[in-house]
């Protein structure tokens, strides 16, 4: 079957034409700051459009038909040339000049790592700051679903798109028609976001750090405005519960938002990965926060755990804080997990192979796979001493196919064996051992800090060249599920069938 490739540089061209809309929003803040930002930006957003109006005018003839290779070429491709062109705002602006940074940290803006190269946030201009943020948000819920809310107007059906970029081994649908399930999805989204610049802005934080904080929190990214991150506001513990609650929100199921905005809310409390995703939060807060407490060699003044209302409430508050926002792979910073006891390290270094729900903005493995993974393992028991039974896996009381169960072991250990080999380069390029398992696990389950000298209060920016050029590409890897971009590196993807 021949390759539709000219409705794929035609979605390439949508695609940047979009992106180019986005940066105008991120120049209109720079001239609002007068930031000194606000020309480069707009150049940067109009060779942007020029090159995708130039892409569909020229594709104007194409089939209007996507079929499951051209999903997985659009998806891959499109990341890739939302990320090129993403650059160009920082490289115009001069704030981030070299092509290498400019790229690593857009693509951790849009697979929602979070891990940055930048050493002076603070001293950026706000339209940058705001384009950084807004790498998140874009990439947060997929530039690939707010490309199908608008396909209908080209006459393209989107399915193949949603089901190869939708973040999680499943994609449930809210309605039959799969670009109203994306509407749906992107106004619970929005509202979100909306709610939350809000309260944080009447919690004490300014407008313009509100609004970034909120789109990089429900994005799941990580992006901050300040050097200390989250940690800027450890005097202002309400700013910190209201980012707890919308990272909870945002690594749930958006599905199971959309179930409690309509009342099913016993459907939310009868989902299983709803229940031991709450559930896991809860546990690993109390071990978090009972190890800091009864750790006697910390104090107020120990770096990495700034005290404010009291030990109890400071050790609840920054173990519920940093547990939520590395399972959920946000990656905000309250304080320094590494520095507070090596079984804490040891611990959240676990915890970036956990990842939030399916269906969720969240990285990592997801809670469903964990799930699914060991009620198989448990049943393998059952099957040793019972070998001619068939015993299913069972999820929300139905059955699950062997298929699915198979794909997801196989996701398993390909997730494992690229962390594997992620440390491995990391290493050869010069990394110590802390550093290259914890680069390799974070870029990969996008959550941003790291172990090592990439930890929660440092940054990627002493990677070499060529480690931030790898770390993008697991960073890509793990955002779009593995196997939507290593398919592309099958000799037989490209044979024609």
Not at 247 to 272: C, P, T
Request: aromatic share 14%; net charge positive; glycine share 10%.
């Amino acid at each position: 079957m021949r390759l539709n490739s000219r409705i794929i540089f035609h979605l390439m061209g949508l695609l940047l034409l979009c992106n180019g809309g986005f940066m105008l929003l991120a120049a209109l803040v720079s001239g609002i700051y007068d930031d000194g930002a606000t020309l480069s930006i707009t150049l940067a957003s109009v060779a942007t459009m020029f090159v995708g109006v130039f892409a569909m005018y020229y594709t104007r003839g194409h089939r209007k038909e996507v079929k499951q290779k051209e999903g997985y070429i659009i998806v891959t491709f499109g990341w890739l040339v939302m990320s090129i062109s993403g650059t160009l705002p920082y490289i115009f602006s001069g704030a981030v000049p070299d092509i290498t940074n400019a790229f690593f940290e857009t693509v951790s803006g849009y697979t929602t790592t979070g891990a940055s190269i930048m050493d002076d946030i603070e001293s950026m201009p706000e339209g940058i700051l705001f384009w950084r943020s807004l790498t998140h948000w874009i990439g947060g819920m997929g530039i690939i679903v707010l490309a199908i809310a608008i396909l209908p107007l080209l006459g393209i059906g989107g399915m193949q798109l949603f089901s190869a970029e939708a973040p999680g081994p499943s994609a449930d649908k809210l309605h039959p028609r799969i670009t109203d399930t994306a509407k749906r999805l992107w106004l619970i989204y929005l509202g979100y976001t909306i709610a939350e610049t809000i309260l944080l802005k009447f919690a004490g934080m300014s407008f313009f750090d509100a609004i970034n904080h909120a789109l990089a929190t429900l994005s799941t990214g990580g992006f901050s405005t300040k050097n200390a991150s989250i940690a800027y506001w450890n005097d202002q513990p309400l700013i910190q519960y209201i980012i707890i609650l919308f990272m909870f929100l945002a690594g749930s199921n958006f599905v199971m938002s959309y179930f409690a905005f309509k009342g099913k809310v016993q459907r939310i409390l009868r989902d299983e990965e709803w229940k031991y995703y709450s559930l896991a939060i809860l546990i690993f807060t109390v071990v978090v926060a009972g190890v800091i407490y009864f750790q006697a060699n910390i104090t107020q003044d120990t770096p990495g755990y700034p005290m404010v209302l009291g030990k109890a409430e400071s050790s609840i508050r920054h173990a519920l804080f940093q547990v939520i926002s590395v399972i959920t792979t946000t990656g905000f910073v309250s304080a320094d997990f590494t520095q507070w006891t090596p079984f804490l390290t040891i611990f959240f270094f676990g915890l970036f192979f956990m990842g939030g729900s399916a269906g969720s903005t969240s990285g990592g493995i997801k809670i469903m796979r964990h799930l699914l993974i060991i009620k198989n393992g448990l049943l393998e028991f059952k099957r040793t001493l019972h070998s001619n039974a068939i015993i299913p896996v069972r999820y929300n009381n139905k059955t699950v196919k062997e298929k699915i169960v198979y794909n997801i072991i196989g996701f398993f250990v390909l997730y494992m064996l690229l962390f594997i080999i992620g440390a491995l380069v990391l290493g050869m390029l010069g990394l110590d051992f802390e550093s290259a398992i914890g680069g390799s696990a974070s870029s990969l389950g996008n959550v941003g800090p790291a172990l090592g000298s990439l930890n929660p209060v440092s940054n990627f920016n002493s990677l070499p060249a060529l480690a931030k050029w790898w770390c993008g590409f697991l960073m890509l890897a793990g955002r779009l599920e593995l196997f939507t971009v290593l398919i592309l590196l099958n000799p037989y993807f490209w044979k024609r069938t």
